[in-house]
């Protein structure tokens, strides 16, 4: 095809790749003269319509896409040759070498310039999964990933290329499953046909071992479908826990948005033996749900305890003296009836809220929030925070001195209220401003706080401030 003009506009310069029914090749726009990359797809004898679903759906993709890391979408054509019909996709050319060509090359990368590499990245994937609907890259590898102007100990310009097996949220949930992407740098929910953001993360701590390593993550030994790379590097701990971290089999306990990684990366968590062996209490009633999108606490309701049986003995000799004094002063029953009925309606509400409301404390990929329910009636006791402003989990234990917010489960307030000693262990978790706390007063055993800071820890990656 050397010297053919496709659309009486782009000139074929080389070959860059092939493929059954596809090629890419380098051309060069006779109208801007720039240099371009073109994708093309053969309605040949081994089209298949998901092909041209896949195809369309990349250069819709890029079409949206406005980042100076990713290729810039240019032209969507068809192409009528004289031995094949089809399609093309034309997108800015990015030049460099892959970082597959570099390792080929014999180049190797410290781990500072990888931890640079992977920040860079990371970047990149926030921009893409907070896109809406959330696209998801779902091919991430050494040979997709783009170096340009690297020199001495820097990485360089970074590019994520090939949207070809791009998914968006909108578009996942069709009844034909695909599995795409590189036997590797897949996680298992991909074998399915499922894709998160998640998935990326993974595809890149693979690409991230294969860099150290020097070796196809297919090469190194597995143990429970985990990469064992441990061994043949010469790396930080705190780095090393981290791609375990990135390239955990399950979605449960791998880092589940880049924004997280990128956090995780930079405030390296502190993991002990004593962190992991914290459990739930057999008798404990609060709900803990977690998974690789979010993290959410249900604190019952406080029930039948001392504080309303307290209340309800105070209230109601209180209601009845409250009536006769008024009956006395002005001889009405009706005012003293009111009198008693709204003491009653106080207690019955008050009843309502011990007995019957709950709280849930929910972390996702974006914020932190508080949200109280009452017979199914909501609503929020403090305002919810980025999640990306969580900076600090704070345990106090026994014979700790801090101050607190009295009443509720979680205060989110930045005055400070009365100190009481007597209800150690606290658990504060700090998100920029807000303050959202965890004590007895929440009906919380020790043992339960112990094991919801330790959750909290481990699944947001920060390590526990102990006080």
Known sequence: ????????????????????????????????????VIKLLFLGNDFEWQDLKLFEREAETLKALSHPAIPRYLDYIEIDLPDNKG??????????KSLEEHLKLGRTFSEDEVKRLAKNLLKILIYLHEQKPTIIHRDIKPSNIILNNRSGHSVGQVYLVDFGSVQNQAAKFGGTITVVGTYGYMPPEQFGGRATPASDLYSLGATLIYLVTGRHPTELPQKDFRIQ???????????VDWLEWMTEPSLDKRLNSAIYALSALENPRIKSKATLAVKKPEDSDVILTKNSDYIEITLPSKG??????????????????????????????????????????????ASLFFLFRKVHLRIDAWKIAITNDLLGFTWKSTRPSKREDI?????????????FEYFGYFEGREDEGREEVGLRPLLII???????????????????????THELSDWLGLPITYK
């Open 229 to 239: 790379f441990q061994e043949v590097v010469n790396l930080s701990s705190a780095l």
């Open 430 to 452: 700090q998100a920029g401003k807000q303050k959202y706390r965890l004590s007895k007063i929440n009906s919380l055993t020790e043992e339960e706080i112990y094991w919801l």
């Open 391 to 403: 900076s600090e989990i704070v345990l106090f234990s026994k014979g700790s001195s801090v101050h």
């Open 87 to 96: 399609f093309a996709l034309v997108q800015s050319y990015v030049e460099g």
């Open 304 to 349: 039948l305890n001392f504080v309303l049986i307290s209340l309800v003995s105070c209230i109601i000799p209180l209601s009845f003296w409250a009536g006769n004094v008024l009956y006395s002063y002005d001889g009405s029953i009706l005012i003293s009836l009111i009198a008693i009925g709204s003491v009653w309606v106080f207690l019955a509400m």
């Open 1 to 36: 095809m050397t010297g053919q003009i496709l659309a009486g506009r782009y000139e074929v310069m080389r070959l860059l790749g092939k493929q059954p029914g596809r090629q890419t090749i380098l051309a060069r726009d006779l109208q801007t003269k720039d240099l371009a």
